[in-house]
T-cell receptor
Framework: GAVVSQHPSRVICKSGTSVKIECRSL??????MFWYRQFPKKSLMLMAT?????????EQGVEKDKFLINHASLTLSTLTVTSAHPEDSSFYIC????????????FGPGTRLTVT | SQQGEEDPQALSIQEGENATMNCSYK?????LQWYRQNSGRGLVHLIL?????REKHSGRLRVTLDTSKKSSSLLITASRAADTASYFC?????????????FGQGTILTVHP
């Protein structure tokens, strides 16, 4: 099956710094990638939809200047958490959809961000 | 909330028993999907059911969909300790085949050996 990777799997950073999370589709070209955020024991909340070569579409309430998304190629999308604060600590998960007409989203393993 | 409702929020059973989780939603859907998530891990796609389907099977999994009641259920038969995980339903709304998913609150399933 299709594989999506995320890097890093865990990251700890200090308040005020920026952190970049990468999402890669390893064996298919992803026309669309999605970024989700998940709090402990909670569900996934969609943050934004990322299409290759165009600006990301953010969900209501998500600060686009805070969470910068770049979908530079058909296999890579990045999420940068700028000027991170402890409340940004969360589990960030990406998913990717191939251009084959398949309904299925392939999810990455997630990135645990802890801001101290 | 735009998220679907899932119940129960937590389910604790013994190995060998069946586990049933329910999902309700409010808008029309293109399809509904069920995912599994082990603690601290990513999501694993279990099964997808389209809006014109009523039931699907995959191994020990059985999913039903009632679009008139806007609800779906996931049945895991003959559960195993390894089935312990969180289970989420996610609905795809609209006409596109790969739009954004809206996840339910999830059910935490614990299967005791």
């Amino acid at each position: 099956g299709a594989v999506v990777s995320q890097h890093p799997s865990r990251v700890i950073c200090k308040s005020g710094t920026s952190v970049k999370i990468e999402c890669r589709s390893l064996d298919f070209q992803a026309t669309t990638m999605f970024w989700y955020r998940q709090f402990p024991k909670k569900s996934l909340m969609l943050m934004a939809t990322s299409n290759e070569g165009s600006k990301a579409t953010y969900e209501q309430g998500v600060e686009k200047d805070k969470f910068l998304i770049n979908h530079a190629s058909l296999t890579l999308s990045t999420l940068t958490v700028t000027s991170a604060h402890p409340e940004d600590s969360s589990f960030y998960i990406c998913s990717a959809v191939g251009g084959t007409g398949s309904y299925e989203q392939y999810f990455g393993p997630g990135t645990r961000l802890t801001v101290t | 909330s735009q998220q679907g409702e899932e119940d129960p929020q937590a389910l604790s059973i013994q190995e060998g028993e069946n586990a049933t989780m329910n999902c309700s939603y409010k808008t029309s859907i293109n399809n509904l999907q069920w995912y599994r998530q082990n603690s601290g891990r990513g999501l694993v796609h279990l099964i997808l059911i389209r809006s014109n389907e009523r039931e699907k099977h995959s191994g020990r999994l059985r999913v039903t969909l009632d679009t008139s009641k806007k609800s779906s259920s996931l049945l895991i038969t003959a559960s195993r300790a390894a089935d312990t995980a969180s289970y989420f339903c996610a609905r795809l709304e609209g006409r596109t085949s790969y739009g954004k998913l809206t996840f339910g609150q999830g059910t935490i399933l614990t299967v005791h050996p």
